[in-house]
């Protein structure tokens, strides 16, 4: 009896001191650092050119960065920030896990996707590069938030960050990004394993390293459903929850999307907004696009409704347009310099007044424009970041604008 | 006993060793009883499952972006184990949390079994078990016992809200708090504190439980 109860209280005094550890190990959340290997910088709107062109919207070349490519590969020219990049890092805080709490996918597995046992509503996330089509469902990336993979032959991250539904690709070289556990305006910030500089992923910005005010080179993602990306790219693999991980993964810890509940149709945020916008739900979805001097922001259930959207790049004032994809659910943003105008031409879109001239017939994602890149996000988090961005259509509820 | 002889001020450290001994002495007598006994048993397992669906360690099977398709059935018993368990049960993820090494299907309930996060949940379903079950013995017996039931209900609160704060910042969607860096300051804290609390509540349950009224 008595060793029984000798056991039994060093049992419970190891866990206080397991509780103990628990709280007082600084690796747990990881803090991001002090300014001391800042770089210069900081200046919000500088630099040449948006960094997307092309028939893919990707990232302009910059430079590797290294010339072994262990860093990540930059893109030239800058984003447009509405905050001093101080202050990002300063407003960054807990998301109440620590640096890897969240693992990302290094070793990733795919199945054809007429093998998937979802349902055709089940939010993907589908990627095209050089000509090899790869989906990541959102109810296995909810849990990782980052897959570390290659696609056409380059080595690149598909990200998403659940609390600001915001799902991008990046150029990755020869490191790999992590969950760093910290949050700015609700967004992920991500880290590069190789200089640990810090990533907020919608800026896709350094703010904080070695990396300090570079720019990531980005590639679109299309958030769509599983059942339009298999009818549009049969072809295409699909991310599988063979991870390595145990893992629930049909439980997510945030909400539901098909049907939409809990935090994704909740008007209200987990975490504090850098600004809050006067109108519009919280998690109403937007298609946004920025360059080097603005932001612009299209309401996606609006958009998928009109079919094209007219807006402007604030506060640069740039004119630009948006046109809905109803295949896959998406909309593509371009510039509309002069007076060039674009409207609805049977399945497809006619252009008037382009550079490239006029003409009819074209699919939505090859319009003779340039095309900048442009991804869906919660409008809560699109305003935070960009609170005098432009914005097109009306005001929707949550959603992901279908 | 020393706990009812010993001044706190005067003799701090006989008043405490008073206050332990006959802490301990209320457990065991308590703990000799069949009431107490399934009072433990009960509020341990029913602890430990809401420690659990806190955690999100515990609940259904599926979701609806996996029901249906062309699948086919799910197996009513599956267990997947990580490659390498040893290692993975040590990696924190959070404070008070760790990686999962197995997942257990059991027709449509999947449980994710993180080891530490196991003991954790076991000891605090042990500790606010045995408070409860002295509670509830010392409130069953004659009047002389000088407890009420709110005791009980004391004794509990501190560890159910420490399981569920264990699942972070999503507790605060459940209560419609904004998270803040305090806010998530005091939730890291909110275990240990809460464990803390747990052996304060017992050492006052059982001090003020009389020894002779319980046999």
């Given at each position: 009896?008595?060793?029984?109860?000798?056991?039994?209280?060093?049992?419970?005094?190891a866990?206080?001191?397991?509780?103990?550890?628990?709280?007082?190990?600084?690796?747990?959340?990881?803090?991001?650092?002090?300014?001391?290997?800042?770089?210069?910088?900081?200046?919000?709107?500088?630099?040449?050119?948006?960094?997307?062109?092309?028939?893919?919207?990707?990232?302009?070349?910059?430079?590797?960065?290294?010339?072994?490519?262990?860093?990540?590969?930059?893109a030239?020219?800058?984003?447009?920030l509405?905050?001093?990049?101080?202050?990002?890092?300063?407003?960054?805080?807990?998301g109440?896990?620590?640096?890897?709490?969240?693992p990302?996918?290094?070793?990733p597995?795919?199945?054809?996707?007429?093998?998937?046992?979802?349902?055709?509503?089940?939010?993907?996330?589908?990627?095209?590069?050089?000509?090899?089509?790869?989906?990541?469902?959102?109810?296995?990336?909810?849990?990782?938030?980052i897959?570390?993979?290659?696609?056409?032959?380059?080595?690149?991250?598909?990200?998403?960050?659940?609390?600001?539904?915001?799902?991008?690709?990046?150029?990755?070289?020869?490191?790999?990004?992590?969950?760093?556990?910290?949050?700015?305006?609700?967004?992920?910030?991500?880290?590069?394993?190789?200089?640990?500089s810090?990533?907020?992923?919608?800026?896709?910005?350094?703010?904080?390293?070695?990396?300090?005010?570079?720019?990531?080179?980005?590639?679109?993602?299309?958030?769509t459903?599983?059942?339009?990306?298999?009818?549009?790219?049969?072809?295409?693999?699909?991310?599988?929850?063979?991870?390595?991980?145990?893992?629930?993964?049909?439980?997510?810890?945030?909400?539901?999307?098909?049907p939409?509940?809990?935090?994704?149709?909740?008007?209200?945020?987990?975490?504090?907004?850098?600004?809050?916008?006067?109108?519009?739900?919280?998690?109403?979805?937007?298609?946004?696009?920025?360059?080097?001097?603005?932001?612009?922001?299209?309401?996606?259930?609006?958009?998928?409704?009109?079919?094209?959207?007219?807006?402007?790049?604030?506060?640069?004032?740039?004119?630009?347009?948006?046109?809905?994809?109803?295949?896959?659910?998406?909309?593509?943003?371009?510039?509309?310099?002069?007076?060039?105008?674009?409207?609805?031409?049977?399945?497809?879109?006619?252009?008037?007044?382009?550079?490239?001239?006029?003409?009819?017939?074209?699919?939505?994602?090859?319009?003779?424009?340039?095309?900048?890149?442009?991804?869906d996000?919660?409008?809560?988090?699109?305003?935070?970041?960009?609170?005098?961005?432009?914005?097109?259509?009306?005001?929707?509820?949550?959603?992901?604008?279908? | 006993?020393?706990?009812?002889?010993?001044?706190?001020?005067?003799?701090?450290?006989a008043?405490?060793?008073?206050?332990?001994?006959?802490?301990?002495?209320?457990?065991?007598?308590?703990?000799?009883?069949?009431?107490?006994?399934?009072?433990?048993?009960?509020?341990?397992?029913?602890?430990?499952v809401?420690?659990?669906v806190?955690?999100?360690?515990?609940?259904?099977?599926?979701?609806?972006?996996?029901?249906?398709?062309?699948?086919?059935?799910?197996?009513?018993?599956?267990?997947?184990?990580?490659?390498?368990?040893?290692?993975?049960?040590?990696?924190?993820?959070?404070?008070?949390?760790?990686?999962?090494?197995?997942?257990l299907?059991?027709?449509?309930?999947?449980?994710?079994?993180?080891?530490?996060?196991?003991?954790?949940?076991?000891?605090?379903?042990?500790?606010?078990?045995?408070?409860?079950?002295?509670?509830?013995?010392?409130?069953?017996?004659?009047?002389?016992?000088?407890?009420?039931?709110?005791?009980?209900?004391?004794?509990?609160?501190?560890?159910?809200?420490?399981?569920?704060?264990?699942?972070?910042?999503?507790?605060?969607?459940?209560?419609?708090?904004?998270?803040?860096?305090?806010?998530?300051?005091?939730?890291?804290?909110?275990?240990?504190?809460?464990?803390?609390?747990?052996?304060?509540?017992?050492?006052?349950?059982?001090?003020?439980?009389?020894?002779?009224?319980?046999?």
């Amino acid at each position: 009896m008595k060793r029984t109860r000798r056991s039994t209280v060093g049992s419970l005094t190891a866990l206080g001191i397991a509780g103990l550890a628990g709280c007082l190990d600084g690796g747990i959340v990881g803090s991001i650092r002090e300014g001391g290997e800042a770089g210069e910088g900081g200046e919000a709107g500088e630099g040449a050119g948006s960094g997307t062109t092309g028939e893919t919207g990707g990232s302009a070349d910059g430079n590797d960065g290294s010339s072994d490519g262990t860093v990540p590969p930059t893109a030239d020219g800058s984003r447009y920030l509405a905050y001093e990049l101080d202050h990002l890092r300063e407003e960054s805080l807990s998301g109440g896990v620590g640096v890897d709490g969240i693992p990302s996918i290094d070793d990733p597995n795919f199945a054809p996707i007429d093998e998937s046992n979802l349902v055709d509503d089940a939010p993907v996330f589908g990627v095209v590069r050089d000509g090899e089509a790869k989906a990541y469902p959102q109810h296995v990336l909810v849990h990782h938030e980052i897959v570390n993979d290659t696609l056409g032959g380059d080595p690149v991250a598909v990200t998403y960050c659940p609390l600001t539904g915001t799902t991008q690709g990046f150029e990755r070289g020869a490191t790999t990004f992590g969950v760093s556990g910290q949050l700015v305006n609700s967004n992920l910030i991500m880290y590069d394993r190789e200089t640990e500089s810090r990533w907020p992923q919608m800026l896709a910005t350094g703010i904080d390293g070695s990396m300090y005010s570079e720019t990531l080179r980005e590639f679109p993602v299309v958030w769509t459903t599983l059942g339009e990306w298999r009818s549009e790219r049969p072809d295409s693999a699909i991310l599988t929850d063979d991870t390595g991980y145990a893992r629930r993964y049909g439980n997510d810890p945030y909400g539901v999307y098909a049907p939409i509940g809990g935090y994704y149709a909740a008007d209200e945020t987990m975490f504090p907004a850098l600004s809050t916008p006067e109108a519009g739900h919280a998690k109403s979805v937007v298609i946004g696009a920025r360059s080097a001097d603005g932001a612009v922001a299209f309401d996606k259930e609006t958009l998928l409704a009109e079919r094209v959207l007219e807006g402007r790049l604030e506060p640069a004032d740039d004119d630009v347009v948006a046109v809905a994809d109803p295949a896959l659910s998406t909309g593509y943003v371009y510039r509309t310099p002069g007076d060039a105008t674009v409207e609805p031409d049977g399945n497809g879109y006619r252009v008037e007044g382009g550079e490239a001239g006029s003409g009819g017939g074209f699919d939505a994602d090859d319009l003779p424009l340039d095309r900048v890149l442009a991804f869906d996000a919660m409008w809560f988090a699109w305003a935070g970041f960009y609170p005098d961005t432009g914005f097109a259509g009306e005001h929707t509820e949550a959603g992901y604008g279908r | 006993m020393a706990a009812e002889t010993a001044s706190p001020t005067a003799s701090p450290v006989a008043w405490l060793s008073g206050l332990v001994r006959r802490t301990a002495f209320a457990v065991r007598v308590s703990l000799s009883r069949r009431d107490g006994r399934a009072t433990l048993g009960l509020v341990a397992v029913a602890y430990f499952v809401l420690y659990s669906v806190g955690l999100g360690h515990l609940g259904r099977a599926g979701g609806a972006a996996v029901r249906g398709g062309t699948g086919g059935s799910a197996p009513v018993l599956d267990l997947f184990v990580v490659s390498d368990p040893l290692l993975t049960a040590t990696r924190r993820v959070a404070p008070f949390q760790y990686e999962p090494v197995a997942l257990l299907t059991v027709g449509p309930i999947e449980y994710l079994f993180a080891p530490v996060n196991a003991v954790l949940g076991l000891g605090l379903a042990g500790l606010v078990g045995v408070t409860l079950a002295v509670s509830v013995v010392a409130w069953r017996g004659p009047s002389a016992c000088r407890i009420g039931a709110g005791a009980g209900a004391a004794a509990g609160l501190p560890g159910l809200l420490s399981g569920f704060v264990c699942c972070g910042p999503t507790i605060l969607l459940v209560i419609g708090i904004q998270a803040s860096a305090g806010v998530l300051a005091v939730l890291q804290w909110f275990l240990p504190l809460a464990v803390a609390s747990l052996f304060v509540t017992l050492l006052w349950v059982g001090s003020r439980v009389d020894p002779d009224t319980v046999r």
